[in-house]
Every structure is written in structure tokens, then in C-alpha cells.
């Protein structure tokens, strides 16, 4: 095979693969009946042509025979008068007349043959087309049928492209989401982590460390609380009078501290108000600094 031979066969095959889709299967057969309608309109109108046709040789062969009638007539009108010469002379014409008409009766014999055959396919193609009319909406019924199974079937599995569309679309909107929400996180954690500084926030970055051990020793000492206050709910309650007993000591010593060891008042030392202003100064400066 040549290369321009396996060009126009590529060519056609592409040609009638868009053909194929494009194809409708009911306009293909609504065009084919009204094809048919029209042949069957053309054989009517070759009937109509033929039979009138076949109507004016009738005519003329009417007229021909009233001819021959009135030269029958002139020959014995002739033959009375001892006109034999007329009379010869009008015989002559029948004659003619008469072999007119022979030839007139053969070629309408031959119309009415053609005239009854056209008639005969005109009865047959009408027939036929009926029976495709009827086959027609039967296979359009059908076409219809299968064309809504189909999209109810491509709905139900999401095999059809619009189907394929909303389930791009929510994958888009999915991954959309996703993304959104891993960037959203990870601005909180950089956040947390102090990458990105507060721009209404005056701290900065040993701010927040000093503040974080701050909240970890917090944290530790709180912890230890609670160890304690566990062994201490873990002590039997036997010595629960010894434990009162303990108490009330350490209540004693307590008091004996406040009291300067049980001597007497100790007067706590005065301070003035000069020395609070310079410890405040104090820390305006370190602030400051």
C-alpha cells in the first residue's frame, strides 16, 4: 500500500469514526423515511405524467375515429351523387385515419402497460414504507430507552462525564481543603515556635524563652505537689494521731518563728519611701536598657 493510499484510508477511517459519534440514530431514520416519501411523491407524479399522456392519445384517437366516421359518411354522400372520384378521395382519408388510430391504440396499449407497473411499485413502495415507519418508531422507542438506562446507569456508577466532572470537582475542592488546612497548622506551629514574631507583641525571642522556663519550673513544682499530696493520702490512718500531733509542733514552730523563737515580738525594719522610688527608678532603667 502506497503512502497516499494509507493517507486516504487513515483518513477515512478518522472521517467515519466522527461520523459514528456524531450520528443520530433518530434523525438518521427520520431522514431515511422522508427520503422515501419522496421517492414515493416522485413515482406518484410519474403515474400522474404517464396517465396524461396516455389521455391525450385517447383524445386524439376519439377524434380520429369521428374523422373516419364522417369520411364513411362523404364517401356515400359521393357514391349518391355518382361521385366516384369523391368518393375514392374520402375513402382514401379513412384509411389514413384508420391507420392513425392503429398506431394511437398500440402506444396507449403500451402506456396503460407502463401505467400499471408504476401503479404496482407505487402500491409496493407504499407498503414498504409503512412497514419502515413502523419499524422506525420501534427502533426510536428503543433508542430512547437505552439512551435513558444509560445515563441512569452512568449516573448510579459515575461513569459518565458529567459525573466525572462533579467527581473532579470534589477532589479539586478536597485537595483545596487539605492544603488549606496543612498551611493553617503550620502556621500555628511556627507560631508556637516563635519563628514568626507578634507584630503587636514587644517580646522577643528571649522574652519567650525566659517565659517558657519560666511556665516548665511551674510546671516541675506543681508536679512535686502532687507527688506529695499522693504519699501523703497513701499514709495509714493510724497515724493519724501522730500526724496531729506533728501538726500542732509545727504549728508551735511556726509561731515561735513569727515571735523571734518564742522571745518576744521582733519589730520588722522601717523602710521609707525614698528607698521604693530608687528601686523603682531601678527597674525603669534595666527595662529601658
Known amino acids: 500500500m502506497g503512502i497516499l493510499s494509507?493517507?486516504?484510508?487513515?483518513?477515512r477511517s478518522k472521517v467515519n469514526a466522527v461520523l459514528n459519534r456524531a450520528e443520530d440514530p433518530n434523525?438518521?431514520?427520520?431522514?431515511?423515511?422522508e427520503q422515501l416519501r419522496d421517492e414515493l411523491q416522485d413515482v406518484k407524479q410519474g403515474i400522474a405524467d404517464l396517465t396524461t399522456q396516455k389521455k391525450r392519445l385517447e383524445i386524439q384517437k376519439r377524434r380520429l375515429e369521428e374523422n373516419v366516421e364522417k369520411h364513411n359518411e362523404q364517401a356515400r354522400e359521393a357514391v349518391q351523387q355518382d361521385r366516384e372520384d369523391l368518393a375514392r378521395r374520402a375513402l382514401e382519408k379513412k384509411k389514413q385515419k384508420m391507420q392513425q388510430i392503429e398506431d394511437l391504440e398500440g402506444q396507449i396499449s403500451q402506456l396503460q402497460s407502463q401505467q400499471d407497473s408504476l401503479v404496482e411499485q407505487k402500491d409496493e413502495l407504499q407498503?414498504?414504507?409503512?412497514?419502515?415507519?413502523?419499524?422506525?418508531?420501534?427502533i426510536k422507542a428503543r433508542?430512547?430507552?437505552?439512551?435513558a438506562s444509560k445515563r441512569v446507569s452512568e449516573a448510579m456508577t459515575?461513569?459518565?462525564?458529567?459525573?466525572a466532572d462533579v467527581g473532579r470537582a470534589i477532589e479539586r475542592a478536597e485537595e483545596r481543603t487539605e492544603e488549606m488546612e496543612a498551611r493553617s497548622q503550620a502556621m500555628d506551629e511556627l507560631q508556637d515556635e516563635g519563628v514568626f514574631e507578634d507584630a503587636l507583641s514587644d517580646k522577643d525571642e528571649l522574652d519567650r524563652e525566659?517565659?517558657?522556663?519560666?511556665?516548665?519550673g511551674e510546671v516541675d513544682a506543681e508536679l512535686e505537689t502532687l507527688k506529695a499530696e499522693m504519699g501523703k493520702s497513701e499514709a495509714s490512718e493510724a497515724d493519724s494521731g501522730s500526724s496531729e500531733e506533728v501538726a500542732?509542733?509545727?504549728l508551735e514552730a511556726e509561731l515561735a518563728d513569727e515571735t523571734?523563737?518564742?522571745?518576744?515580738?521582733v519589730e520588722a525594719p522601717d523602710v521609707t519611701d525614698e528607698e521604693v522610688e530608687s528601686e523603682l527608678e531601678d527597674l525603669k532603667e534595666d527595662e529601658q536598657s
Open 6 to 11: 494509507r493517507a486516504s484510508y487513515v483518513l
Open 27 to 33: 434523525e438518521t431514520l427520520d431522514y431515511s423515511y
Open 127 to 138: 407498503s414498504r414504507i409503512e412497514q419502515f415507519r413502523t419499524k422506525k418508531e420501534t
Open 143 to 147: 433508542h430512547e430507552a437505552a439512551e
Open 158 to 163: 459515575g461513569a459518565g462525564d458529567e459525573m
Open 210 to 216: 525566659l517565659e517558657e522556663v519560666r511556665t516548665s
Open 248 to 250: 500542732e509542733e509545727d
Open 260 to 265: 523571734g523563737n518564742g522571745t518576744g515580738d
